[in-house]
């Protein structure tokens, strides 16, 4: 902005990234067949991203990302089904070996569908995650994470997440959030910020720990009872 005047990423001019999250139910767990389910909210959520961006050249600039080879190979004839001819789907390496920036190639904007595997390192404008969560107490906990977190962290723009409802998943707290209809107020933000949230969630915190020390203390009603002052004295600030 001039001499020693440093803007924020937030004072930039552009879109900021922004997210989205779809998940697929089925009335019947066995009724719920995974790829052509999938590939049709893929498909009308790359629809809408081409009328809410109008004019927006998708070619080499869209990642659709997959869990890994098997999912991948039941998707891509679900999804080639579905994509009109302005459309082909490519791999990561294919992409990659592109040179120049043209429009097309034979007449089609490519979208790069492939496994995070052989995305990893790569990044695009707008990311389809696909089938990536899974339930959190099944042993996959790092790595189910560690896919999400890559596959969200490769989109410059939009990242778009597409997944079945998986019960205790990574994702299963979004059935809980409401869409607040307000616009945003600057002001009432920043006055909830400073009105000491973020104090009382540290003073909370301290408490819990003290409570657990209490509960250690067995049978010793001494410690037992300065552990519990310790938490009032921490909720009281």
Same mark, same amino acid.
Request: aromatic residues 8%; neutral net charge; proline residues 5%.
């Given at each position: 902005?001039?001499?020693?005047?440093?803007?924020?990423?937030?004072?930039?001019?552009?879109?900021?990234?922004?997210?989205?999250?779809?998940?697929?139910?089925?009335?019947?767990?066995?009724?719920?067949?995974?790829?052509?389910?999938?590939?049709?909210? @893929?498909?009308?959520?790359?629809?809408?991203?081409?009328?809410?961006?109008?004019?927006?050249?998708?070619?080499?600039? @869209?990642?659709?990302?997959?869990?890994?080879?098997?999912?991948?190979?039941?998707?891509?004839?679900?999804?080639?089904?579905?994509?009109?001819?302005?459309?082909?789907?490519?791999?990561?390496?294919?992409?990659?070996?592109?040179?120049?920036?043209?429009?097309?190639?034979?007449?089609?904007?490519?979208?790069?569908?492939?496994?995070?595997?052989?995305?990893?390192?790569?990044?695009?404008?707008?990311?389809?995650?696909?089938?990536?969560?899974?339930?959190?107490?099944?042993?996959?906990?790092?790595?189910?994470?560690?896919?999400?977190?890559?596959?969200?962290?490769?989109?410059?723009?939009?990242?778009?997440?597409?997944?079945?409802?998986?019960?205790?998943?990574?994702?299963?707290?979004?059935?809980?959030?409401?869409?607040?209809?307000?616009?945003?107020?600057?002001? @009432?933000?920043?006055?909830?910020?400073?009105?000491?949230?973020?104090?009382?969630?540290?003073?909370?915190?301290?408490?819990?720990?003290?409570?657990?020390?209490?509960?250690?203390?067995?049978?010793?009603?001494?410690?037992?009872?300065?552990?519990?002052?310790?938490?009032?004295?921490?909720?009281?600030?």
């Amino acid at each position: 902005k001039g001499p020693g005047v440093v803007a924020c990423g937030g004072a930039l001019y552009g879109a900021p990234c922004s997210a989205s999250t779809v998940l697929v139910y089925a009335d019947d767990a066995t009724r719920f067949t995974p790829y052509p389910q999938y590939a049709a909210h @893929v498909w009308k959520a790359l629809a809408r991203v081409c009328n809410e961006y109008p004019g927006l050249r998708l070619h080499n600039r @869209v990642a659709i990302v997959v869990r890994d080879a098997a999912f991948l190979a039941g998707l891509l004839p679900a999804l080639r089904a579905l994509l009109p001819p302005r459309f082909a789907l490519v791999d990561a390496a294919r992409a990659c070996a592109l040179l120049g920036a043209s429009a097309r190639v034979d007449g089609a904007e490519w979208l790069v569908c492939d496994t995070m595997s052989n995305l990893d390192g790569l990044e695009r404008l707008i990311v389809f995650a696909v089938g990536l969560d899974a339930p959190i107490a099944d042993g996959r906990e790092r790595a189910t994470r560690s896919l999400l977190y890559r596959a969200i962290t490769r989109a410059h723009m939009l990242v778009v997440i597409v997944n079945k409802f998986v019960p205790n998943g990574w994702l299963e707290w979004l059935t809980h959030v409401k869409h607040d209809d307000a616009a945003f107020d600057p002001a @009432v933000e920043r006055a909830r910020v400073e009105g000491g949230g973020a104090e009382m969630l540290r003073r909370t915190r301290e408490a819990r720990e003290k409570l657990d020390e209490a509960d250690a203390c067995g049978d010793d009603i001494a410690k037992f009872r300065e552990a519990l002052d310790a938490a009032r004295d921490a909720l009281d600030g």
